[in-house]
Nanobody
Framework: QVHLVESGGGLVQADGSLRLSCVAS????????????MGWYRQAPGKQRELVATLTRGGRTNIVDSVKGRFTISRDNAKKTVYLQMNNLKPEDTAIYYCTSGINAGDYWGQGTQVTVSS
């Protein structure tokens, strides 16, 4: 079982920046398979959860068009941590941001961290 803990959310004005972090832990050692993909989804009020960005252990990224050029995903495999640097934030980025990991994205989920962007 993998336990994911997000941090770094908060309230920021439009055009501001935030950096989200997500650390993986588990009973015993966390297998490489369970961290093959690490990434972020978000869910805004009244909307479905959507992909933001994912990054494989091998370096392959998948980023939703709406955040390309503004958000950057990275990971530190030794620290079992994935990051999401969010720049030029917009009010429409307001959502709960969820960390995910697994052989594929969605196998494991964190509890989420709130990001609120004021206009």
């Amino acid at each position: 079982q993998v336990h994911l803990v997000e941090s770094g959310g908060g309230l920021v004005q439009a055009d501001g920046s935030l950096r989200l972090s997500c650390v993986a832990s588990g009973s015993g050692s966390v297998s490489a398979f369970s961290l093959n993909v690490m990434g972020w989804y978000r869910q805004a009020p009244g909307k479905q959860r959507e992909l933001v960005a994912t990054l494989t252990r091998g370096g392959r990224t998948n980023i939703v068009d709406s955040v390309k050029g503004r958000f950057t995903i990275s990971r530190d495999n030794a620290k079992k941590t994935v990051y999401l640097q969010m720049n030029n934030l917009k009010p429409e980025d307001t959502a709960i941001y969820y960390c995910t990991s697994g052989i594929n994205a969605g196998d494991y989920w964190g509890q989420g961290t709130q990001v609120t962007v004021s206009s």
